[in-house]
Structures are given as structure tokens and as C-alpha cells.
């Protein structure tokens, strides 16, 4: 007896869910049937057509008095842009040294997982959410974007110096040790003229990459070049987009040209 009762109680609670299901169903479906109904999907474009938007933003700027007179300014946010990437770069490539020593297996052994997971953390985190961390932190300005630079650039070039030391041959490093060298002498006799070389050359290569983000902070109010960029985007102001992106293109390109030869000699 008590067994029927259950069954049919259990059916009665499935028969509810049942119910409930439905009506949920027909619900959501009304109001996704409404929605769609009165939703206008129709983009608005531009007036103008994609062949007269390409030539404001390519032709345009290089012919335009206008255009040209604006070249000044945006050369000066395009060196603010430089410096935040060199200052950020530079406090990194300093600060990574003692974490890429700390991740190194061959010189913290055991205590090296600790430096790998500071650097996973720091790596995992966008420079772009450091901007906006420091801003609201700091305020808007290129300091912000120097300490976003810089603490984004030190978990890649922890990483990288890590391996290199890590690669380094030992056999000057235990020469000094037997020779009664300290531990700071063998670091500073026998690691760092092996290794100064290519951290070097990897400090080169992150201020190019710190450049190219530069660019992009600018957006969310740490400094350089970004600001501009993104107003004249909005505005639809397409001279001053492409005259913009031709000073950013003119100006990477250099520094990826002088770096590239700089680093070929250093290694």
C-alpha cells in the first residue's frame, strides 16, 4: 500500500515538473517571438562608400594641408608612446633579473617552482588590464602606463632570462667556486658576462613589443598615442586615423630596423 502511495506521489511531483517545464518554455518562447518582432536589426551604415573611407584614410592624410598640419602633435603623442615603452621596459629588464635567478632550476633547485608561478601570474594578465588597474590606482597619464609596461614586460623577460641562465655553462660557474670565489663573485664573474648578452638582446625585443602596446593604452587613459587614435575613431575622422596610423607604422618600423641590427651585434 505504502508503495502505490509512493508511486503515485512521485508521479504526481514528475507530472508538476512537467507542467512547470512547459508553461516555462512557452513563456520564453513568447517572449523571444515579441522580441525579435519588435527589435530593429537594419545597421546603419555610412553614407559614404568603402572607397571614398579608403581614400580619407590612406590618400587623403598625405595630400591634405590639413591633415599634414596635425603631423606635429600627434609625432609628440607618438614619442610620449616611446618614452612610456623605454621607462616601462627598463624598470622590467632590471627587475627580472633577481625572478629570472629565482626560476632558474639550476640555481634555486627546489624554490624555482616559486619564481615560475610568480611569472605565470604576472604573464597571464593583459598589459591592457594592468592600464586600467594603475589608472584608477594612480590616475590617468603615462605613469600608468609605465607601470603596466613594466610589470607585464617583467613576466616574459623573468621567463626568458630564466632559460638562458638555465642554458648557461657551469663550467666557469664551478671554476670560480673551487677557486674560493663567494657567491656574489661567481654570480658577477661567472653568470652575468654569459648571460648580459642575451638578456640584453630579449630587453631589445620586449621594448619592441612595449611599443606596440603602448599604443593601445592610450585607450583606456594611461598616455601615448591610444587617446587620439580612439577619438578620431569615434569621430569618424578618418584623415586624422590615417594620418595617425602612418606616424605609428613610420616610427615602429624604425625602431624595429635599429633594434633588429643592435641585436644582431649583441649575440
Known amino acids: 500500500m505504502n508503495n502505490n502511495q509512493n508511486d503515485i506521489s512521485h508521479q504526481i511531483r514528475l507530472r508538476k515538473r512537467w507542467y512547470t517545464a512547459v508553461v516555462i ?17 537594419s545597421v546603419k551604415g555610412s553614407s559614404a562608400s568603402s572607397l571614398q573611407t579608403m581614400k580619407r584614410l590612406f590618400i587623403d592624410p598625405l595630400l591634405g594641408a590639413e591633415s599634414r598640419a596635425e603631423l606635429p602633435k600627434y609625432i609628440g603623442f607618438m614619442l610620449e608612446t616611446v618614452a612610456i615603452a623605454y621607462a616601462g621596459c627598463l624598470v622590467a629588464s632590471i627587475l627580472a633579473i633577481p625572478l ?19 611569472l605565470n601570474g604576472i604573464r597571464a594578465i593583459p598589459e591592457l588590464i594592468f592600464a ?9 597619464g603615462p605613469y600608468a602606463g609605465v607601470l603596466a609596461i613594466s610589470i607585464n614586460s617583467i613576466g616574459m623577460l623573468g621567463k626568458l632570462y630564466a632559460e638562458v641562465i ?25 653568470m652575468l658576462p654569459q648571460v648580459i648578452p642575451e638578456f640584453s638582446s630579449y630587453a631589445m625585443y620586449r621594448f619592441e613589443i ?17 587617446a587620439p587614435l580612439l577619438l578620431a575613431t569615434y569621430q569618424r575622422n578618418w584623415e586624422d586615423v590615417g594620418m595617425i596610423l602612418f606616424v605609428v607604422v613610420v616610427v615602429v618600423s624604425v625602431i624595429d630596423i635599429l633594434s633588429g641590427k643592435i641585436r644582431s651585434k649583441l649575440v
Open 25 to 41: 518554455v512557452i513563456i520564453m518562447a513568447f517572449l523571444y517571438v515579441v522580441a525579435f518582432k519588435t527589435t530593429d536589426f
Open 100 to 118: 629570472g635567478f629565482l626560476a632558474a632550476r639550476n640555481m634555486s633547485f627546489k624554490f624555482a617552482y616559486v619564481g615560475k608561478t610568480i
Open 132 to 140: 586600467i588597474i594603475f589608472v584608477a590606482a594612480v590616475g590617468m
Open 166 to 190: 638555465e642554458s648557461m655553462d657551469m663550467r666557469n660557474v664551478e671554476a670560480i667556486k673551487a677557486s674560493g670565489g663567494n657567491r656574489l663573485q661567481t654570480i658577477w664573474y661567472g
Open 210 to 226: 612595449d611599443i606596440r602596446a603602448s599604443t593601445v593604452l592610450g585607450i583606456v587613459g594611461a598616455g601615448g598615442i591610444g
